[in-house]
Each structure stands twice: as structure tokens, then as C-alpha cells.
């Protein structure tokens, strides 16, 4: 059975987290292979320098986090998520949003041709009539991130394309 014990202290802007955890059985379904339980949540101890602290505290703040705890778990998700666009060993999703001009003549038939190429990794797309000239379009897709990217690549390279983003989102 796992327990853990805890105990904080506050000192001059650090908090430092104390945990004891009594010994466990090998190989429990409750646990994954680095030993933490799964279906909870872990705590630690994070030392940091004052103005670091501040910023954290600005960072959680600006974008409306109850507490540190989750601004440092966006920071880290995101941080992983960077990581798995780099480790080609893993699936990703990804939203592709794009802004361009559907009247560029030949853009809307290269554009679709670009997409029938990737058919095995684009899952949906959402078109959107902004203006008389311009369109916002979504693509979902799944797949490899250097597939991905090659693909968000080629369609923003085409003439017509105002503006483009590739965000990558955990699975």
C-alpha cells in the first residue's frame, strides 16, 4: 500500500515540500514503471530564485491559473510537447490554421492536392469565408511530427497564403 506523508514550510518566496513514502509491492497494477502512483497526483519540492518566483507567479496570473501548480504543469506539458516534435518515435496531433487568399489563381486546386497527399494524416478541415477575399481554414491532422511538418510546410509556401501556424497538442 502506498502512503505518503507531507509537510511544507515557507521561507523568504520558496516553498519546499518534504514527502516520505513507505515501501510498495514490486509490479502493482497501481503504479507505472518509475514507481508513481497512477490516477493521482505527485508531489515535490522546486527551489527557486525570487524573481523566478515572480514571473511564475506573473505567468499564472496573465493566463488565470488558480495556483503555481498548474502554470508549472502548462509549462512542463509544453516543454514535453516540444520534446515529442523533436522525437519522431511518437504519434502528435496538431491543428494547422491558415489564412489565405481563395481567389490566387490555381491556389484552391494546389491546395487540395497537397491535402489529398496527406490524406492518411489529415483527419477534418474546417473552411471559413472571413471576407470577399480571404479564408480561414483548420486542418486536424495526426501523425509523425516531421510528417506534419513537411506537410504544414508545403501548404504554407503557396502563393495565397497570408499567414499560417502548425501548434502541436499531447495525445
Do not use: W
Given at each position: 500500500m502506498f502512503v505518503a506523508l507531507f509537510s511544507?514550510?515557507?521561507?523568504?518566496?520558496?516553498?519546499?515540500?518534504?514527502v516520505n513514502r513507505s515501501k510498495r509491492k514490486a509490479n502493482s497494477a497501481n503504479y507505472n514503471e518509475r514507481g508513481h502512483t497512477m490516477?493521482?497526483?505527485?508531489r515535490f519540492g522546486v527551489s527557486l530564485k525570487p524573481e523566478t518566483l515572480d514571473a511564475l507567479d506573473d505567468y499564472a496570473d496573465k493566463r488565470g491559473f488558480q495556483n503555481r501548480s498548474q502554470a508549472l504543469t502548462r509549462i512542463?506539458?509544453?516543454?514535453l510537447l516540444q520534446q515529442a516534435e523533436i522525437d519522431d518515435s511518437n504519434d502528435v496531433s496538431g491543428a494547422l490554421v491558415l489564412i489565405f487568399d481563395h481567389h490566387r489563381p490555381d491556389f484552391m486546386k494546389e491546395f487540395v492536392a497537397i491535402q489529398h497527399d496527406y490524406q492518411d494524416s489529415i483527419l477534418a478541415s474546417q473552411h471559413i469565408h472571413v471576407d470577399h477575399h480571404n479564408c480561414l481554414e483548420t486542418i486536424t491532422m495526426r501523425g509523425k511530427p516531421s510528417v506534419l511538418n513537411k506537410l504544414a510546410d508545403r501548404i504554407l509556401a503557396l502563393k495565397g497564403v497570408k499567414h499560417g501556424k502548425l501548434v502541436f497538442a499531447a495525445m
Amino acid at each position: 500500500m502506498f502512503v505518503a506523508l507531507f509537510s511544507a514550510a515557507r521561507r523568504e518566496n520558496c516553498i519546499f515540500l518534504f514527502v516520505n513514502r513507505s515501501k510498495r509491492k514490486a509490479n502493482s497494477a497501481n503504479y507505472n514503471e518509475r514507481g508513481h502512483t497512477m490516477g493521482t497526483v505527485s508531489r515535490f519540492g522546486v527551489s527557486l530564485k525570487p524573481e523566478t518566483l515572480d514571473a511564475l507567479d506573473d505567468y499564472a496570473d496573465k493566463r488565470g491559473f488558480q495556483n503555481r501548480s498548474q502554470a508549472l504543469t502548462r509549462i512542463i506539458e509544453e516543454a514535453l510537447l516540444q520534446q515529442a516534435e523533436i522525437d519522431d518515435s511518437n504519434d502528435v496531433s496538431g491543428a494547422l490554421v491558415l489564412i489565405f487568399d481563395h481567389h490566387r489563381p490555381d491556389f484552391m486546386k494546389e491546395f487540395v492536392a497537397i491535402q489529398h497527399d496527406y490524406q492518411d494524416s489529415i483527419l477534418a478541415s474546417q473552411h471559413i469565408h472571413v471576407d470577399h477575399h480571404n479564408c480561414l481554414e483548420t486542418i486536424t491532422m495526426r501523425g509523425k511530427p516531421s510528417v506534419l511538418n513537411k506537410l504544414a510546410d508545403r501548404i504554407l509556401a503557396l502563393k495565397g497564403v497570408k499567414h499560417g501556424k502548425l501548434v502541436f497538442a499531447a495525445m
